[in-house]
């Protein structure tokens, strides 16, 4: 259970205007969404004393993970985006829309002899003219009651008219003049059908008229001090306006648009995205870029589109990317984009109408994405700023740690035994400076020997470094088994090289090294530092199982609050020198697991070799078909099955596989590590996923 103080948002990075808000849970699925006349006030309801909360929305807030918000200019653009999102995310505990309602539209049933206004809701039908959505449906009766009058078309229910038509007497409105009681015959039917015609001629947006005349009603009302009924049709103007307003939020039915809009400060720039299909905002994007150069709107522009559709094709690139400013030139970008697109793509800046106010709306969000983003970082900074020296003091050290870098051991029951050093500066990954090493020194599991290798193959490194001022000998990358790269990814060739095409360095030394794991870890860290002759590098080990800090020659560990910034900071270095580390451990694993006898086998292509897997189940069985078998197989000749045949003949068979959960040996049809028709290309090891898991380090 989340504790809601955990992602409270700041009072002043909350703006006070109307908008939509959406909880998250950790998984980052959308569990709620809410609207409010002010995102401020109504956030800060959710963020106070859980005992005051109803227990629904304690539940909601104790299970999110984190809350965000797009401001919008009305209440009722609120209300439709808050209805896009609710039917696009289906939140769990936005229960009150589960029950199959929409909002209201205005119809008219043109497909019945004598057609009826009413409210309806949910799917559309064939025959039926729709008007809206609206985000009021009293707007909605209150216009139908007033446009009775001018065009008193049915408004009953099946069952009333033919009670009606049976008795022959009108309903109520027959008696009052608001229907023109097509039930007992007062009007044929082509009539009535021309006047709903009517009807749906006002509603489709010829109201200018109407308005007019009920402006100039109420104006000769008051002027005859008749207040009572000047008061009504002040009101029935009202109601009318209400239910004719047009939403920022939603534009003409099937408009397929991109509105990009762009804020920027002097050394930032925040752009936003609104995807529209449909007619409707079906999802927002946004980022924040640092303006490393002197660029103008219309470039920014561009670069959003390269980012943007760059990778896309088909109908992923909409009919219309509406932007506040155009590249220059703007040809080359709006041919590139047609070219994406495979039809034409209209690059424009909106000028004025629903597109022109929707794209004020995005411009509003970007302005708002910009000040989140400076408030955050002035905020993330004083917070690093803490941490660091929150460490310093609790480790003793001379002054805070600007570079930490943080080591951990990875294998699986001593297998694939690789090592992972992340480094964080100024409190903040730096990814670049990632690197992951195999451990060669011996085989088998030892993290503690692990450690001590790591260690002082990088700090050897370091000194070498700083003896030749500068470059690591040729070939010594490869050999010492250490990998340059950044989040996972491994990297080899130009990755390892400077922009002067020589490798990169460990010439820069960390403040403080940190371990994954107690005293056992630290104690190896120190002493590969000390027999390297360096005294002027500090560290320390963080083990899980307490959170405790270990210092070296310390018996006791150093125990800081949980609530404090460099505790948390030292986790967060923990955690993803862990995650460094297995992706790199699962990665060799992986590629391991899938090689195979038919790798070896030249012009063996990925697609015929799962042909020939799909086709024989397995390589043993393979391995014992005959040349004319091969031959059976979709795409595989006689001089390839040939091949296949020598090549399989000379490889030697794999050890059989052990389950080490239970000691079995396996044949290789159930568990060797080869490539099966049931899962073409993913690898297969020993034991069950939760055991593999329990054996992970």
Not at 110 to 121: A, G, I, S, T, Y
Not at 412 to 437: I, N, P, T
Not at 441 to 462: K, L, N, P, W
Not at 659 to 674: R, V
């Amino acid at each position: 259970m989340a504790d809601p103080s955990s992602y409270r948002p700041r009072p002043g990075e909350i703006p006070d205007s109307p908008g939509v808000y959406r909880f998250r849970d950790e998984h980052r699925r959308v569990i709620y969404v809410g609207k409010a006349k002010s995102l401020r006030q109504r956030l800060a309801n959710y963020f106070q004393d859980l005992a005051n909360l109803h227990p629904r929305t304690r539940t909601m807030v104790t299970t999110a993970a984190s809350v965000e918000w797009t401001v919008v200019s009305t209440e009722v653009e609120a209300l439709q985006l808050e209805y896009s999102w609710i039917k696009e995310y289906d939140p769990r505990f936005n229960v009150k829309y589960r029950d199959d309602k929409s909002y209201p539209y205005l119809a008219v049933t043109m497909n019945e002899e004598f057609p009826r206004v009413q409210v309806m809701r949910g799917h559309k039908k064939k025959g039926v003219r729709y008007f809206g959505p609206y985000g009021h449906a009293w707007a909605i009766r209150d216009t139908v009651d007033l446009l009775l009058r001018v065009f008193p078309v049915r408004t009953c229910s099946a069952g009333v008219f033919k009670n009606a038509a049976r008795t022959g007497r009108p309903c109520l409105l027959g008696y009052i003049g608001k229907c023109s009681a097509p039930c007992v015959e007062r009007i044929s039917p082509d009539d009535h059908w021309d006047l709903a015609d009517e009807f749906c001629d006002f509603m489709a947006g010829r109201t200018g008229t109407y308005l007019r005349r009920l402006e100039r009603q109420m104006a000769e009302a008051a002027e005859e001090m008749e207040y009572e009924r000047a008061a009504r049709l002040r009101d029935d103007i009202g109601a009318l306006r209400k239910a004719m307003e047009k939403s920022a939020v939603v534009l003409a039915d099937a408009t397929d648009a991109d509105l990009i809009a762009v804020a920027e400060g002097e050394l930032e720039a925040a752009v936003q995205i609104f995807h529209v299909r449909g007619g409707r905002v079906r999802g927002q994007r946004g980022w924040v870029t640092d303006k490393v150069e002197e660029i103008t709107t219309g470039a920014l522009v561009e670069h959003a589109l390269q980012q943007l559709y760059g990778e896309e094709t088909g109908d992923a690139v909409p009919k219309e990317v509406l932007v506040p400013a155009l590249p220059d030139p703007v040809e080359p970008v709006q041919q590139w984009l047609t070219e994406r697109r495979g039809s034409g793509v209209s690059l424009r800046i909106p000028q004025r109408g629903d597109k022109k106010a929707l794209m004020e709306t995005v411009q509003r969000n970007a302005q708002q994405a910009l000040v989140l983003h400076k408030t955050k970082r002035a905020s993330d900074l004083t917070t690093r700023s803490r941490a660091l020296e929150e460490i310093a003091d609790a480790l003793g050290l001379d002054s805070a740690p600007l570079r930490i870098e943080c080591y951990d051991i990875s294998h699986l029951q001593g297998d694939d035994v690789v090592a992972s050093m992340v480094v964080f500066e100024d409190g903040l990954a730096r990814k670049s400076e990632y690197r992951r090493f195999q451990i060669k020194g011996f085989a088998g599991q030892d993290d503690v020997r692990s450690m001590h290798e790591v260690i002082t193959r990088r700090f050897r490194r370091y000194l070498a470094e700083k003896e030749k001022t500068g470059e690591w000998a040729d070939g010594e990358d490869g050999a010492d088994g250490t990998e340059a790269g950044g989040d996972g990814q491994l990297m080899d060739g130009p990755a390892l090289k400077d922009d002067d095409g020589r490798p990169k360095r460990f010439a820069y030394p960390p403040q403080l090294v940190v371990v994954d794991g107690g005293q056992p870890q630290v104690a190896a860290a120190q002493r590969a530092l000390d027999e390297l002759g360096i005294d002027d590098i500090a560290v320390c080990g963080l083990a899980k199982r307490l959170e405790e800090v270990w210092l070296p020659r310390e018996d006791d560990p150093v125990v800081l609050p949980r609530t404090s910034e460099g505790l948390y900071l030292l986790q967060r270095v923990r955690d993803e020198a862990h995650r460094f580390a297995i992706t790199y451990q699962r990665a060799k694993r992986a590629k391991r697991f899938r090689s195979s006898p038919l790798d070896d086998v030249p012009g063996l292509g990925e697609t015929r070799k799962q042909a020939l897997i799909k086709h024989f189940g397995s390589v043993k069985r393979l391995r014992s078909a005959t040349i004319d078998q091969i031959c059976e197989v979709p795409g595989i000749g006689r001089k390839t099955a040939e091949t296949v045949a020598v090549a399989l003949a000379r490889a030697t068979p794999a050890a059989p596989a052990v389950n080490t959960a239970t000691g079995e040996i396996m044949d290789d049809e159930d568990g060797a590590p080869e490539t099966t028709a049931d899962a073409p290309g993913e690898p297969v090891s020993a034991g069950t996923p939760d055991e593999r898991r329990g054996q992970e380090r």
